[in-house]
């Protein structure tokens, strides 16, 4: 089981039998898995948070799912998202269950930030993972775009812009990058960049030592070791 969710194989039920001494396994697919995973990282942004959802619920493309990354934000950030999600099956919230970490200052913010991502890349079950933050939002057809670029086949990380603001809201397209970046480091943010699921298989995590903001851009430096 832990081999097959290693391969990507995340969606599905398995069960062993043995005959002549020799275990086999049989693999039972539950369902289609959706070609877009979206993860969002949340703390204490009720507004923002909102706006976020809403940009994904909004996309041209269907095929995805939304993980909500919560960092045991405080409630009116968790009614916000609960306001959002609930009875939408692609939707789901994965938190830190750190019971009054949404009150007052946490504790190492940026390490809380990237463990609660890390979280919830155990549960990615789409072909193309993509991040978002609670302060930001994507145009409707970003699914669509970044579709024509995996066509390509050999194409395993691609970035493209985003629309930021969602908290306060302000409507303001980042650059458009038309060429390669070498070293992704402080120049591209998280909402820029998409990836194959096979990616986690050579990078299986954001980096927890020596943590800082840009956590983001060291584990892009990391694909594009790879890519």
């Avoid at 991040?131 to 669509?144: G, I, K, S, V």
């Amino acid at each position: 089981r832990v081999l097959l969710a290693n391969l990507g194989f995340r969606d599905i039920e398995t069960f062993s039998f043995v005959d002549r001494g020799v275990r086999a396994y049989v693999i039972h697919k539950r369902r289609r898995s959706p070609r877009h995973t979206v993860i969002l990282g949340s703390y204490n942004r009720p507004k923002g948070v909102r706006r976020a959802i809403h940009s994904v619920r909004s996309q041209t493309d269907p095929s995805w799912d939304l993980i909500v990354a919560d960092d045991s934000s405080d409630e009116a950030t968790l009614q916000a998202i609960h306001a959002e999600i609930d009875g939408d099956p692609r939707c789901r919230i994965v938190s830190t269950n750190d019971p009054g970490a949404g009150h007052g200052v946490r504790k190492d913010p940026a390490l809380r930030a990237v463990r609660a991502i890390n979280n919830a890349l155990l549960f990615v079950h789409g072909a193309f993972i993509h991040h978002l933050a609670d302060d930001d939002c994507y145009p409707p057809e970003r699914f669509e775009i970044f579709d024509s670029l995996f066509v390509d086949l050999r194409v395993f990380v691609a970035y493209g812009r985003i629309l930021i603001g969602a908290d306060p809201p302000k409507d303001t397209i980042r650059q458009i990058y038309f060429d390669f970046v070498s070293d992704p480091y402080k120049q591209l943010d998280q909402q820029q960049v998409a990836y194959r699921r096979e990616c986690l298989l050579f990078v299986p995590k954001w980096p927890e030592e020596n943590i800082e903001w840009a956590s983001d851009g060291v584990f892009f430096r990391e694909l594009s070791r790879y890519w």
